[in-house]
């Protein structure tokens, strides 16, 4: 006789009680990889500095400031008696997340409904592919004046200008993976799906959207980001100030002044646009979990 022996399975109490512990690493992780990043930065301009070598551009306070003053700038007011650098870009930062928001959410679905009927039509997918691809070479600077004028004209409000403006960067990648998911649908599964005589709306919902998932959160985290990009570059031509294209702009004039507070500009922009993709990255693991299983 044979003594079984049993396997203990992990069970949901023991894994909601070792989140605490998951979190603990990753912020360790975080910290050592920003520690690292200070110390390359940091290295690198000792050593240019030490040795006095031009290549590819000399290293000095201007170009190069520490990120010790970046950091420190931070928590500077813009001049005195006003409050501390670190809360107008917030507040900047907060109106650029509206934009990019919006130019996320309008291109997302843009970019899926294009590509769900790009993927039902290979006449159209041949026909208008072509310039969907080739919307992307046209530079951003060139359409964002066109966009600015043709919303006013309509009585769009300016941050909406600009949402459009960032949805021009982000249905790019949401309609390429979107095709590229539809058509990775199990056959055997569409194959099931023709003998119940399901409806292509039916097949597409059921079978083809879960399937493209994992495809379409790849082109989200893209659009993501891009999404700020856009919002940014959009606040150029458009004479907004309220976001952080115009702090850029302003920064830049004063640049060889104050070279700390461009870069001190540039951190919370990056800070944005990894908010943005953790914010997909959370969407994914909670939808993509409850996706079927050979989806997830």
């Known amino acids: 006789m044979h003594a079984e022996v049993a396997i203990e399975q992990p069970t949901p109490v023991r894994k909601e009680r070792d989140w605490p512990a998951a979190l603990l ?16 930065w940091e290295g690198y301009r000792w050593l240019w500095m030490r040795t006095g ?11 190069m400031p520490p990120l010790s ?6 928590w500077e007011p813009l001049a005195e008696g006003q409050p501390p650098l ?8 907060a109106f ?14 843009a970019g899926f409904a294009i590509g769900a009927v790009l993927h039902h039509s290979r006449l159209l997918r041949r026909g208008f592919l072509p310039y969907v691809v080739a919307s992307q070479t046209i530079p951003i600077l060139a359409i964002a004046p066109m966009v600015v004028i043709w919303g006013g004209s309509v009585g769009l409000p300016v941050w909406a200008r600009v949402g459009i ?7 790019f990648p949401v309609t390429i993976n979107t095709i590229k998911g539809l058509d990775s649908a199990d056959p055997r599964a569409l194959e099931l799906m023709r003998t ?35 919002a940014i570059i959009g606040e150029l031509p458009s004479s907004i100030q309220d976001g952080l294209g115009g702090a850029i702009l302003n920064f830049n004039q004063y640049y060889s002044l104050d070279p700390a507070a461009l870069w001190a500009t540039n951190i919370v922009a990056a800070a ?14 909670l939808v993509v979990k409850t996706a079927p299983e050979h989806v997830a």
């Not at 690493?25 to 390359?40: D, F, N, P, Q, S």
């Not at 650029?96 to 679905?109: K, N």
């Not at 403006?165 to 249905?171: D, G």
Request: glycine share 4%; proline share 4%; net charge positive.
């Open 25 to 40: 690493k990753r912020l360790l992780l975080t910290a050592l990889v920003l520690a690292a990043l200070w110390a390359i």
């Open 53 to 63: 070598w031009t290549r590819p551009f000399v290293v000095d306070d201007l170009t």
């Open 69 to 74: 003053d970046i950091v420190s700038r931070l």
């Open 86 to 93: 670190i809360r107008d870009l917030l507040d900047k930062a």
């Open 96 to 109: 650029t997340a509206r934009e990019a928001a919006f130019g996320f959410a309008l291109g997302a679905v």
């Open 165 to 171: 403006i960032s949805a021009f960067l982000t249905f």
């Open 196 to 230: 119940y005589a399901a409806s292509p709306w039916t097949v597409l919902w059921k079978v083809k959207f879960p399937a493209s998932l994992p495809f379409t959160f790849a082109a989200l985290k893209i659009a993501a980001t891009a999404s700020v990009v856009g």
């Open 272 to 285: 944005l646009g990894i908010a943005f993709f953790a914010v997909v990255v959370l969407a994914e693991r």
